[in-house]
T-cell receptor
């Protein structure tokens, strides 16, 4: 069945460090891919998305490229800030007609000043 | 433009009780999806409603049921609550259910079953 796998956390970085959070997916066809962010006590906010192979999604300095060869959608940011501390979820659109999202288990990022 | 709203924000119930959670979709959206997020886990798809009809269901028992109203708001009902139903319940709305459409999430309802 469809699945999404993210790197295990927590990830702890110093401010201005480079961030990579790995995400790979297993799905039928070429699903749309998403990164969502969840701040403590809140719901999910869309961070970025890509709807077809080789698309690059970007927002607030974060980027991710849809790589169909490696079925990956790794999240990157060149210089993290303390305010980026949150839980990051990779998601893929599931196969079938519902448009349901399949989420990874989440990666906690902690950025220290 | 009003975003997705959910009520209540928190709820405490006991085993065997029933609960109803509510969601108002974003303006212009006709599709609502419900997810369950257990502590420390990613959200799991419960079901989706499109124009008042159920449009797909995840691996949840029949005691999880829902409704969508003509204004596209939605309810999630859970009967015979179990301890494992304790979770954050998230509602998401979208313009429709196609592959490329983005789902926008509400803040969630945190349910505790004692």
């Amino acid at each position: 069945g469809d699945s999404v796998t993210q790197m295990e956390g927590p990830v702890t970085l110093s401010e201005e460090a480079f961030l990579t959070i790995n995400c790979t997916y297993t799905a039928t066809g070429y699903p749309s891919l998403f990164w969502y962010v969840q701040y403590p006590g809140e719901g999910l906010q869309l961070l970025l998305k890509a709807t077809k192979a080789d698309d690059k999604g970007s927002n607030k300095g974060f980027e991710a490229t849809y790589r169909k060869e490696t079925t990956s959608f790794h999240l990157e940011k060149g210089s993290v800030q303390v305010s980026d501390s949150a839980v990051y979820f990779c998601a893929a659109r599931g196969s079938g007609n519902t448009g349901k999202l399949i989420f990874g288990q989440g990666t906690t990022l902690q950025v220290k000043p | 433009e009003t975003g997705v709203t959910q009520s209540p924000t928190h709820l405490i119930k006991t085993r065997g009780q029933q609960v109803t959670l509510r969601c108002s979709s974003q303006s212009g959206h006709n599709t609502v999806s419900w997810y369950q997020q257990a502590l420390g886990q990613g959200p799991q798809f419960i079901f989706q409603y499109y124009r008042e009809e159920e449009n797909g269901r995840g691996n949840f028992p029949p005691r999880f049921s829902g409704l969508q109203f003509p204004n596209y708001s939605s309810e999630l009902n859970v009967n015979a609550l179990e301890l494992d139903d304790s979770a954050l319940y998230l509602c998401a709305s979208s313009r429709d259910f196609r592959n490329s459409e983005t789902q926008y999430f509400g803040p969630g309802t945190r349910l505790l079953v004692l």
